[in-house]
C-alpha cells in the first residue's frame, strides 16, 4: 500500500538491503469500494483486489456477495447427488 506521493522512495530501504538490482518496475493501481453495500438496487460490486497474496480478503468478498445474492452460504460439500441416493 502506498503512503506517498513518491513509492519508490518507500521501497528505497529495502533495496538498499537487496543490493544492485537487474529491473525494476513499480505500478500503482487506485483500489475501489462499493459505495452501497445494502445491495437493495440488486447491484452487486465487489471490492478491488487488495495487495495480499493469499487473496483471503478477496475470497470473503466473493463469499460474502454470492450469499447476499442467493440468501444462502456456498455448499462446497462435492458429493454429487447420485451418491447421496446410493
Known amino acids: 500500500m502506498v503512503e506517498t506521493n513518491d513509492p519508490v522512495s518507500e521501497l528505497k530501504p529495502a533495496f538498499d538491503v537487496i543490493g544492485d538490482v537487474l529491473e525494476t518496475f513499480v505500478t500503482v493501481s487506485d483500489l475501489w469500494e462499493p459505495v452501497d453495500t445494502s445491495f437493495s438496487d440488486n447491484v452487486f460490486v465487489t471490492s478491488s483486489f487488495d495487495a495480499v497474496s493469499h487473496f483471503e480478503g478477496d475470497t470473503d468478498n466473493v463469499l460474502e456477495i454470492f450469499k447476499k445474492i442467493t440468501g444462502k452460504d456456498v ?12
Open 75 to 86: 455448499d462446497f460439500n462435492t458429493e454429487t447427488e447420485e451418491a447421496k441416493d446410493s
